[in-house]
């Protein structure tokens, strides 16, 4: 079992950067597919990018070119640094887990999940 806790949210301008972090304890991160969702008012839980246990790397198109999924092993930290940000970018972003084979970019196929941190773009 693993818990996530997702600090770095904050309000930013239009096109500037942040960097969100989750940092896990009890399993390593290395061991899980470890996902960033986020989720708007009024609209769906949306997955962004997730980095699979052996290191392959989805994204969504929507961030595809702007953010940047990471993983320390040391720290067992997975971050979210995000460029370019957008108004549209705001959300609460959350950081999930999966004890799976294959990772996933849908929110049901994560087993563990973070508290989320919020992050505004304001244009």
């Known amino acids: 079992q693993v818990q996530l806790a997702e600090s770095g949210g904050g309000l930013v301008q239009a096109g500037g950067s942040l960097r969100l972090s989750c940092a896990a304890s009890?399993?390593?991160?290395?061991?899980?597919?470890m996902g960033w969702f986020r989720q708007a008012p009024g609209k769906e839980r949306e997955f962004v990018t997730a980095?699979?246990?052996?290191?392959?790397?989805t994204s969504s198109a929507s961030v595809k070119g702007r953010f940047t999924i990471s993983r320390d092993s040391a720290k067992n930290t997975v971050y979210l640094q995000m460029y370019s940000l957008k108004p549209d970018d705001t959300a609460v972003y959350y950081c999930?887990?999966?004890?799976?084979?294959?990772?996933?970019?849908?929110?049901?196929?994560?087993?563990?999940w973070g508290q989320g941190t919020q992050v505004t773009v304001s244009s």
């Open positions: 999930a887990a999966a004890n799976r084979a294959r990772v996933g970019a849908s929110a049901y196929e994560y087993d563990y």
């Open positions: 009890g399993r390593t991160v290395s061991t899980y597919n």
């Open positions: 980095m699979s246990w052996n290191g392959d790397i």
